[in-house]
């Protein structure tokens, strides 16, 4: 069964230091999507990806972030100066259609040290 | 905009007993309603999802949801529980208009007892 594939599973940066998450969404998917879920809070939505652009973001979305989708399988999320309040599990999604089900990956958990 | 609200944080029950985990909704427009379940070290996978129709929606793994629009909920059920159902449980929405993202509530953890 095809699934979105997140790596690294987990990784530890120094505050400043820029990340990049990486994803491999479910291939013939056009929707993809990045979410968070800080300890102990509840997931939060960040960004939603269609036709090479962003279609949606959110306030936690702010000029830190990027995404791209550089060669037609991955998508990558990019963090340029991390912070100690950016430390979070971060899902990346994907999805056939705008409302349908999202298909999730197994998470990276980024730690800023 | 939309929320959501999972009263119960933790659920203990014994096995093979029935369980509800609860969810409420608040929106201003229509909305979407799904069930996730995140098993310890994995991401979270799709239970169930209302998007029309009726209002009575069967999952996997034997769950089943009741959308009631009357009382914004969509509360989870199963008449009964295993050991391997032991996982965390989110609720989430997503706006009919034309939003793509979802909102989850803060989860419950489902703890099944031998």
């Known amino acids: 069964e095809p699934e979105v594939t997140q790596t690294p599973s987990h990784q530890v940066t120094q505050m400043g230091q820029e990340v990049i998450l990486r994803c491999v969404p479910i291939s013939n998917h056009l929707y993809f999507y990045w979410y968070r879920q800080i300890l102990g809070q509840k997931v939060e939505f960040l960004v939603s990806f269609y036709n090479n652009e962003i279609s949606e973001k959110s306030e936690i979305f702010d000029d830190q972030f990027s995404v791209e989708r550089p060669d037609g399988s991955n998508f990558t999320l990019k963090i340029r100066s991390t912070k100690l309040e950016d430390s979070a599990m971060y899902f990346c999604?994907?999805?056939?259609?705008?409302?349908?089900?999202?298909?999730f990956g197994q998470g990276t958990r980024l730690t800023v040290v | 905009a939309q929320s959501v609200t999972q009263l119960d944080s933790q659920v203990p029950v014994f096995e093979e007993a029935p369980v509800e985990l609860r969810c409420n909704y608040s929106?201003?427009?229509?909305?979407?309603l799904f069930w996730y379940v995140q098993y310890p070290n994995q991401g979270l996978q799709l239970l169930l999802k209302?998007?029309?129709?009726?209002?009575l929606v069967k999952g996997i793994n034997g769950f089943e949801a009741e959308f009631n629009k009357s009382q914004t909920s969509f509360h989870l059920r199963k008449p009964s529980v295993h050991i391997s159902d032991t996982a965390e449980y989110f609720c989430a929405v997503s706006d009919r208009t034309g939003a793509n993202n979802l909102f989850f509530g803060t989860g419950t953890r489902l703890t099944v007892i031998p």
């Open positions: 929106s201003s427009v229509s909305v979407y």
């Open positions: 999604a994907s999805g056939r259609g705008e409302v349908t089900e999202a298909f």
């Open positions: 209302y998007l029309s129709g009726s209002t």
